[in-house]
Every structure is written in C-alpha cells, then in structure tokens.
C-alpha cells in the first residue's frame, strides 16, 4: 500500500489542501478537543512537521498535551503518522494543509502553543519567513492570549530577524538561546532532534532557540540588516539531500 493510501486511513490524520479550503472554515475548527483528541488538554501545533519527528518527540515527553503537526508534504509526514500510530500515542494528530490556511482551521484561543522547527529562514522573502509579522499576526487569531511561539533553528539570519522583531515590538520574551549546546541551556524539549537537525550539527553548525508571547498591539518589522547565512549558499543538490531528511 502506498504512503498515500495508508494516509487516507490513518484516523488521526486531516487532509484538506488549499482547493479545499479556499473559502471555508473546516468542520473542526473549534472542535479539536471534543472531536477530534476527545479531551480538554492544550494544543500545541508544530508548523511545517517535515517528517513530524519533533511532533511525535513531543507528544511522548508531554502526554498531558495534545499536538497537531502541519504540513503540505503527505509523503514526508506519513511517517510521523505511522510511527505515532505504532507507538499507541493518542495525543498526536496530523493535518495536511498550506500553512497560509491555518487560521481556518482553529477557532480563537483554541492553541496554546506554536512549534517552528528549523523553517526555511527565506532571507530573501519577508512575508514568508515563519516569524514575520503576516504570520505572527495569523497565529494571534487562534492563539490565546497568553499563547507562547516557539523557534528552533540553525539559521542565524533567521535567529536574528526573529530576536530583532521581538525587541522591536516588545514582545514578552520566555527564553533567548544562541546556542542550546551551551551548558544549561539544554532540555527535555530541546534534546528531540531530528534527522533535519542532525545533519546541520554533522557541520559544526550551532542550534539556537527562541520562545515568546506575542502581544496584541499592532506589530511593525525591524528595520535593520541581517548578513546570510553563508552556508545556505551551497549548491541545489547538497540542499536539497538535507532537505529529504526533515
């Protein structure tokens, strides 16, 4: 059976594309807990799951959350999909959309936490980082109020943008971390890696890490330049083969 074959089976996996979605909300907008995990515990939701091994990672050191990986790729997150199906967990779902519909998909306050892990930094491209003000100013719509944001990343530009656009704005810091390897900086949530993660590290490349409560002002981007990550200007295929592994 195909990898799409059995995600169509999988009772803890949503597919609603963007034709799907195009104007409409989805049926479980607002009725995550009491339809589809079937309890009142929080959600946390990793955006752009890859292959969901932080998703799963997650929901076994925190069975009193619910988690909800997201992203467009089935192929790429029918693992995830199977291994939480193989290991019992029944604190873990899998939604395949465009992250640009997510607000269709969860009602105000209905998320208490966002997971960014290692998220293309697209140094050329505001609007698309993951952490700009267009998608912070997305998740505030489901999000509750005092909601946290977390980001994981080997990207300094990425770590810097997103640090620079947190102090502009005043936002509510929970945690700073240049580097997680650093002695105490290190925890249970922050030791899940994955294979995307392995292979930065394999090239002495450090892992930095930051959490935040977004207010609900009106947010403006930092006005300041950030240099590239230089190492992100190798060729298409040495790219591409880490890419394969998230």
């Not at 799963?56 to 997201?70: D, H, M, Y």
């Not at 997305?138 to 005092?146: A, C, I, P, T």
């Not at 704005?169 to 105490?184: T, W």
Request: negative net charge; contains cysteine; proline residues 4%.
């Amino acid at each position: 059976m195909s990898k799409f074959a059995d995600m169509e089976t999988f009772e803890h996996v949503v597919q609603a594309p963007y034709g799907a979605l195009y104007a409409d909300s989805h049926p479980l907008k607002g009725k995550w807990r009491s339809d589809f995990f079937k309890n009142d515990r929080p959600i946390v939701l990793e955006l752009g799951c890859g292959k969901g091994e932080y998703t799963v990672g997650l929901a076994r050191k925190c069975p009193e959350k619910n988690f909800i990986g997201i992203d467009i790729k089935g192929a790429r997150m029918w693992q995830g999909a199977k291994d939480s199906l193989e290991l019992g967990l029944k604190n873990v779902g899998f939604l395949r959309t465009n992250i640009e519909l997510i607000d269709r998909f969860f009602e105000a306050g209905e998320v208490d936490e966002i997971w960014l892990t290692f998220p293309d930094p697209q140094m050329k491209k505001v609007r698309k980082r993951l952490t700009s003000t267009r998608f912070i100013d997305s998740y505030r719509e489901f999000l509750r109020e005092d909601g946290i944001i977390h980001l994981k990343t080997d990207s300094a530009f990425l770590f810097t943008y997103t640090c620079e656009l947190i102090n502009t704005n005043h936002l509510e810091v929970i945690a700073m971390i240049d580097d997680i390897d650093e002695p105490g900086r290190m925890d249970d949530l922050l030791a899940i890696q994955t294979y995307y993660e392995q292979q930065w590290r394999s090239r002495g490349i450090t892992i930095k890490y930051v959490a935040f409560r977004p207010h609900r002002n009106e947010l403006v981007e930092p006005e300041v330049e950030i240099e590239y990550d230089a190492y992100r200007s190798f060729g298409r295929n040495k790219r591409t083969e880490l890419d394969q592994g998230k």
